[in-house]
């Protein structure tokens, strides 16, 4: 970390606490958390091994294990078709104990509209692309570092259209057009009102400032705050320097567990 920034532990191994597995629940952001970047949220690679180490967590967890995404329902699953509870579209959309819930605003028009909208001014900035999700529009700008402002103004001027049951939230290197009332930090708030989350102590871990509500509601609870890799402006209490040091993390965790 540069300058006087504080050095943040890794998490606690939990592993050697007697409240271990009992009183804990887990949830994990995917993207440079779980897994490392890619350059297209499709180009990203789940190791073999990481969906079964889930859900043997899960297991042990009553349950008490959920990803939390900006990814839509639809594409976590097909990254982890093992049926996990999951928070999708960064809390716009849900699924706990097989119940699937989502928010719905009221635009003042459809988001499909915006999409159609967006494609004339979106010829002009070659490699900015936009990414339509079921409850959400996030234009990608990794490919054109370059035209980061011109992107968010055009984000900007579609979520002043759509109106104030929508915000703009900001990532690396794309925008996303959602819900306002969807965040992270509420879909993981929704979770520990029920059970089997309810009453157990959070752990949420994520790498980017769309986990940083996140990080803030688990704190809020006495949990624990995990953020993945560089960048010391974070709510997090805890650090881990990327996504192999998390999945060694819950590695050990696993490998604790009775047979």
């Not at 003042?108 to 692309?129: D, F, K, T």
């Amino acid at each position: 970390a540069a300058g006087n920034a504080p050095m943040r532990a890794p998490p606690p191994a939990l592993t050697d606490r007697t409240d271990w597995p009992d009183a804990w629940a887990l949830f994990l952001d995917i993207d440079g958390t779980l897994l490392e970047l890619a350059p297209r949220p499709e180009l990203v690679r789940v190791p073999p091994d990481l969906p079964a180490r889930l859900c043997r967590l899960a297991d042990a967890l009553g349950g008490a294990l959920a990803l939390v995404s900006g990814r839509p329902l639809a594409t976590i699953d097909e990254l982890f078709p093992v049926g996990l509870d999951a928070v999708g579209t960064h809390g716009a959309e849900w699924r706990l104990a097989g119940q699937v819930g989502e928010v719905t605003p009221a635009g003042r028009m459809p988001l499909a509209a915006i999409a159609r909208a967006l494609e004339e001014p979106l010829r002009h900035l070659p490699g900015v692309w936009l990414e339509p999700k079921p409850k959400s529009l996030a234009l990608h700008f990794r490919a054109a570092a370059a035209l980061e402002t011109q992107a968010l103004r055009l984000a900007r001027v579609a979520v002043r259209a759509l109106g104030p049951d929508y915000r703009l939230q900001a990532g690396k290197q794309v925008v996303e057009i959602l819900p306002a009332s969807a965040s992270k930090g509420a879909g993981i708030r929704r979770f520990l009102a029920s059970p089997p989350y309810a009453g157990r102590t959070p752990i949420f871990v994520g790498d980017d400032l769309t986990d940083e509500d996140g990080f803030a509601a688990v704190n809020a609870l006495g949990g624990l705050s995990v953020r993945v890799g560089a960048g010391a402006d974070t709510q997090a209490h805890h650090a881990l320097a990327a996504p192999a040091d998390l999945r060694h993390w819950l590695a050990a965790l696993a490998a604790s567990l009775k047979a």
